[in-house]
């Protein structure tokens, strides 16, 4: 369950002859059968059971026990431009019920196609499902994590961005009884927005959610779960849009060359880990190679790689060598900055950047000296 790809919810169409359609209502346009029409109008027409326009076919929805079930038909453009009818599920764990938390495997996912069966809307083969075309793929990395920690992480993610994907950034947030709003996750882009090099990724306390906005699906098969779970389960969720992001993908060296729901599912929760994380780095700025001066003594490179570290955090001048006041030995204190002013020169003199930022520090932190902060 903890860090490993799983793979959470997806969309599988399958073509529409491959399934035997049960209730007509899913392809056909049909008039609506009122036994008991009297009871719902007072027009004059009570004499008459049938409905006065046609319906269009309409998708199979039901929710149960905070589970939806969606099925529709759509068509699809093939590349000779020929279009062809699909039955497209929309698929998710929760379809597990009480192994939710397995993840969709080779080993349950007849548990699905067992109660989708089971409507009475249409029937499909172990098989067929099987062959069915994937799309909108999410796969989930579970972690347990404490609070103070997330927000930890979260403050990281904050002060690396990558400066254009910035906007893209949000908070996913939830407001109690007392209308104190607490930070549940954040989530990058949007899902009908993303891109091969935006791709919709999502950070969320998975507990909380649990709690709150899937209590219903929580109590019916989860319930009860140990404390010390449901106050540290976060999840990380990653979406394979479609075909052109897993052809990229691949190109980027990810085993993600799955076309059928039987790809999916033989591949292995490492390479699913791995795609998924691929997402967060497009929002990060690289880590840049340190550039210290190699030839120092280990002591003399441990602390010139620390400042070039602490530079990039917001230290000035000032506070990079503040630890030499610590130091009670005048002779030694005045021999240890004088080294560490020229390890510090000696940093400005191979990295531009680093120079650059620090003197940006030196003028924000005179600023609020002159604020009295």
């Not at 008459?48 to 699809?76: C, H, M, S």
């Not at 075309?133 to 103070?148: E, G, H, T, W």
């Not at 699906?217 to 976060?234: C, G, H, I, M």
């Not at 002013?341 to 609020?368: C, G, M, P, V, W």
Request: with cysteine; glycine share 4%.
């Amino acid at each position: 369950m903890f860090n490993t790809g799983l793979i959470d919810s997806l969309k599988i169409r399958v073509k529409l002859d491959k399934v035997r359609i049960i209730d007509k209502r899913l392809v056909t346009d049909f008039i609506a059968y009122y036994p008991d029409i009297d009871k719902l109008d007072d027009d004059g027409n009570e004499q008459t059971q049938l409905g006065d326009n046609w319906r269009k076919a309409e998708p199979f929805v039901k929710i149960i026990n905070g589970i939806t079930y969606r099925i529709y038909i759509k068509a699809f453009i093939d590349a000779k431009k020929m279009a062809h009818e699909y039955v497209v599920f929309q698929v998710s764990a929760k379809m597990l019920k009480e192994r939710y938390f397995e993840g969709i495997t080779a080993f349950n996912y007849q548990t699905i196609v067992k109660d989708i069966n089971s409507f009475g809307v249409l029937h499909i083969t172990n098989e067929d499902f099987l062959q069915g075309l994937v799309s909108d793929i999410d796969i989930c990395i579970n972690q347990l994590i404490d609070l103070k920690s997330l927000k930890t992480a979260f403050s990281f993610i904050l002060q690396n961005p990558n400066k254009g994907k910035l906007p893209l950034i949000h908070h996913i947030q939830k407001t109690d009884s007392l209308k104190n709003t607490f930070n549940l996750g954040m989530d990058f882009n949007k899902r009908e927005k993303a891109s091969n090099t935006a791709p919709y990724c999502k950070i969320y306390h998975k507990g909380f959610e649990l709690l709150s906005k899937s209590v219903t699906f929580y109590k019916a098969y989860l319930e009860p779960q140990r404390a010390s779970l449901l106050d540290n389960l976060v999840r990380y969720e990653f979406t394979i849009k479609a075909q052109k992001h897993k052809k990229f993908l691949c190109e980027k060296g990810f085993k993600a060359d799955f076309k059928t729901f039987f790809d999916l599912l033989n591949a292995k929760p490492e390479d699913l880990k791995k795609i998924a994380q691929s997402g967060l780095k497009w929002y990060l700025e690289p880590k840049e190679k340190s550039k210290v001066n190699t030839d120092l003594s280990p002591m003399d490179l441990m602390i010139q790689y620390y400042q070039e570290a602490l530079i990039k955090l917001g230290f000035d001048n000032d506070q990079l060598l503040a630890f030499t006041y610590l130091i009670d030995c005048p002779v030694s204190k005045s021999r240890t900055k004088s080294k560490a002013k020229k390890l510090l020169a000696d940093i400005e003199n191979r990295n531009k950047k680093a120079k650059q930022q620090l003197s940006i520090n030196n003028r924000s932190t005179n600023f609020l000296k002159n604020l009295g902060v």
